[in-house]
Structure formats: structure tokens, C-alpha cells
């Protein structure tokens, strides 16, 4: 089926390393959301494009988080400089419009911070 | 600030017996919600949704039932099945599709 597919499905970094992060939401669909889930907790919000102007990145933890969309469609949150904090699974979700459609997730990356 | 939240972070039920699962919510102008599905190593995957101008909501073999006046929704599971097995959350729409996660629940199913 042509869900969102996201990758890596895992990621191991050392500390201090870069990574980049890829999402390929569900075609047509105008807008992508990226989010943070911690083990055992709830996916929590990072940021949202529409097209490919980012309209939110409220929730983007610092400034070593970067997220891109450039031609509308696929995807990337890059991690620079990443930590032990960094870790954890990130989701990323499509949707046809932004508010009140129903949000449809990949199945994330499991980033590891060594 | 915003929250939403669960009663219960775990929840074991025998198979086929129905299960419920609470949530409750801190914002009082929130006016639609929606439960999600997360099995383990996949994303969260919607199951039903519930506007404020209804109290309850059906869908296949699962019920959202909605309090605004103490902020509680739950969901219900009629015959749990083993592939219900998973976390369950509910979540907030706060604007620009921005959802409000609770913690979860993990809903276990005993055969």
C-alpha cells in the first residue's frame, strides 16, 4: 500500500554525529508533520509543512534540529551534533489538509545515540 | 498548559471480554478528538474520531464516549481480540494539525 515510509527503520549515531532522517508522506497529501516519541511516552509534535513552506517548528527541542521540504513532497529532519537525548523514535505523519484530517504515520526511525 | 491524559498505563483483559480505556482532557474549548493504535514497532494508526457536538461515536466493534462536562472520553473494545493488543491514545487537535498525545495505554489480551 502507499503509506508513509520512512528511513532509515534504525539509526545508530555516536555522539556528535549528523544524521539526516527521510520521510516520504502518502502522495498528495499537502501536509507533513514530524514527531518525537520517547520510550514509553507519547509522540509528541516537532514541527509541520504544508507544501513546502514550514509553518510551524514550535516544537523543534534546539536549534541542532533542522527539518526541510523543499519541493513539496519528501522530507528530511536532520539531527546535527546529535546526543544521548536525541534518542528516540521519530514519526512522521501526512495528511491531506492541516486541521482535523485524520493524520496517517509512518512507522518511524528508531534513532540511537551511542 | 495543554494536556491530555490517561488514567491507566496498562490494561489486561481476556479475550473477549470488551475493554475500556479512559482519557481525560484539561483544555474546555477542545472540540474534537481522536483515538489511535500503536502496535509495537509501527506508527500510531487512527481508529475514531469524536467531535464535541456528539457523546458517543461507533465504529466497528469500538464506541468513543464523550464528557464535556468533567473532560473524559473513553474508548470502548467490544470482544477483545488478541490483535488489539497494543498502546492506545488519545489525542487533541490544537490547531494547524497539531495533535496533543496523552502517555498511553497498553492494552494487554490474555488468551
Known amino acids: 500500500g502507499a503509506g508513509v515510509s520512512q528511513s532509515p527503520r534504525y539509526k545508530v549515531a555516536k555522539r556528535g554525529q549528523d544524521v539526516a532522517l527521510r520521510c516520504d508522506p502518502i502522495?498528495?497529501?499537502?501536509?507533513l508533520f514530524w514527531y518525537q516519541q520517547a520510550l514509553g511516552q507519547g509522540p509528541e509534535f516537532l514541527t509541520y509543512f504544508q507544501n513546502e513552506a514550514q509553518l510551524d517548528k514550535s516544537g523543534l527541542p534546539s536549534d541542532r534540529f533542522f527539518a526541510e521540504r523543499p519541493e513539496g513532497s519528501v522530507s528530511t529532519l536532520k539531527i546535527q551534533r546529535t546526543q544521548q537525548e536525541d534518542s528516540a523514535v521519530y514519526l512522521c505523519a501526512s495528511s491531506l489538509v492541516g486541521d482535523n484530517s485524520p493524520l496517517h504515520f509512518g512507522n518511524g526511525t528508531r534513532l540511537t545515540v551511542t | 498548559g495543554e494536556s491530555v491524559g490517561l488514567h491507566l498505563p496498562t490494561l489486561s483483559v481476556q479475550e473477549g471480554d470488551n475493554s475500556i480505556i479512559n482519557c481525560a482532557y484539561s483544555?474546555?474549548?477542545?472540540?474534537?478528538f481522536i483515538w489511535y493504535k500503536q502496535e509495537s514497532g509501527k506508527g500510531p494508526q487512527f481508529i475514531i474520531d469524536i467531535r464535541s457536538n456528539m457523546d458517543k461515536r461507533q465504529g466497528q466493534r469500538v464506541t468513543v464516549l464523550l464528557n464535556k462536562t468533567v473532560k473524559h472520553l473513553s474508548l470502548q473494545i467490544a470482544a477483545t481480540q488478541p490483535g488489539d493488543s497494543a498502546v492506545y491514545f488519545c489525542?487533541?487537535?490544537?490547531?494547524?494539525?497539531?495533535?496533543?498525545f496523552g502517555q498511553g495505554t497498553e492494552l494487554s489480551v490474555k488468551p
Open positions: 489525542a487533541d487537535p490544537v490547531g494547524g494539525g497539531k495533535l496533543i
Open positions: 502522495s498528495g497529501h499537502v501536509s
Open positions: 483544555n474546555s474549548a477542545s472540540d474534537y
